[in-house]
C-alpha cells in the first residue's frame, strides 16, 4: 500500500507542477483563435463598408445623369414656351418649366445629400482600413510569440511529466478514473497531504480516527487494492495521503 499511496502523491506533484503548462496550452491557443476572429470581423465590416460606399457612388452616379436629362428637358421646355402662341400653350409651357425646376432642384439638393454622406462614409472607411491594418498587424505578432511560446510550453511541460505513465499504472484503474474526475474540480484538490489533523484541500479538520487510519494505511498489505482501500477526505473526497510518504522524517540525530 506504501508504493501505491506514495505513487499517487507524486501523480498528484507532477500534475499539479504541470497545471500552469496546461493552462497556457489551453488559453494561448484561444487568445490567437479571438484575435483571428476580429480580425475577421473588421473584415466583414470593411466589406460592408465598401458596399455601402460603392452603392452610394452608383446612386450619385444615377442622380447626375439624371440631373443632365432634366437640365435638357429644361432647355426644351423654355424653347417650348417661347413658342407658345395662345395663353393656354403658354400657361402650359410655363408649368412644365416650374416643375423642371423643383425636379431639377430635388436632385441636386439629394446629390449633395449623397455627397455628404459619401465624404463621411470614406473617412470611416479609412478608419476601418486603419483599423484592420494595425489588427492584423498585432494578430500576427501575437500569434507568432504564442506559437513560440507554445513551443517552449510543451518543451518544459514534457519535462514535468516525465515518469507520470508509469505512476498512473501503478494504480488501480478505478482509483486512475476517480482522480481524474476529482482533478477537473476548481475548489478543492485531488489528492490531500495530510499534515497536523487537516485536510490541506478543504481545511477541514479531519477525525481523529481517521488521521490515525491515514498514518497507518501506508502499512496495509494484502491482495489487489480496490477503490475502497483508499482513504478520502469526509468534506472534499480527495485522498488522503500522510505526509510521511511525501516528505520522509528526518533520522534521529542521536
Partial sequence: MREVLTALAKLWKIDDAAKGYDEE??????????????????????????????????????????????REALGRAKSKASRSRTLKESDAAEREVEATRRTIADREREISTLEETLTAKRATLDERERQ?????????????????????????????????????????????????KLRTRDRFLPVSIVRDSTCVSCRMTLPAQLCIE?????????????????????????????????????????
Fill in 132 to 180: 484592420l491594418g494595425e489588427a492584423k498587424s498585432l494578430a500576427e505578432e501575437e500569434a507568432s510569440a504564442a506559437e513560440a511560446r507554445l513551443a517552449e510550453v510543451g518543451v518544459a511541460r514534457e519535462q514535468v511529466v516525465i515518469g507520470r505513465d508509469e505512476l498512473v499504472a501503478a494504480l488501480p484503474r478505478r482509483v486512475v478514473k476517480r482522480y481524474e
Fill in 25 to 70: 496550452l489551453r488559453t494561448l491557443p484561444a487568445k490567437i483563435e479571438a484575435m483571428r476572429r476580429d480580425v475577421e470581423m473588421l473584415e466583414s465590416l470593411l466589406a460592408a463598408e465598401r458596399t455601402q460606399v460603392a452603392e452610394a457612388e452608383a446612386l450619385k452616379a444615377a442622380r447626375a445623369e439624371d440631373l443632365v436629362e432634366r
Fill in 214 to 254: 491515514v498514518k497507518r494505511s501506508e502499512s496495509k498489505t494484502g491482495g489487489a487494492l480496490e477503490l475502497e482501500d483508499f482513504l478520502v477526505c469526509p468534506q472534499c473526497h480527495a485522498f488522503l495521503v500522510h505526509v510521511d510518504l511525501v516528505e520522509p522524517p528526518a533520522p534521529d540525530a542521536g
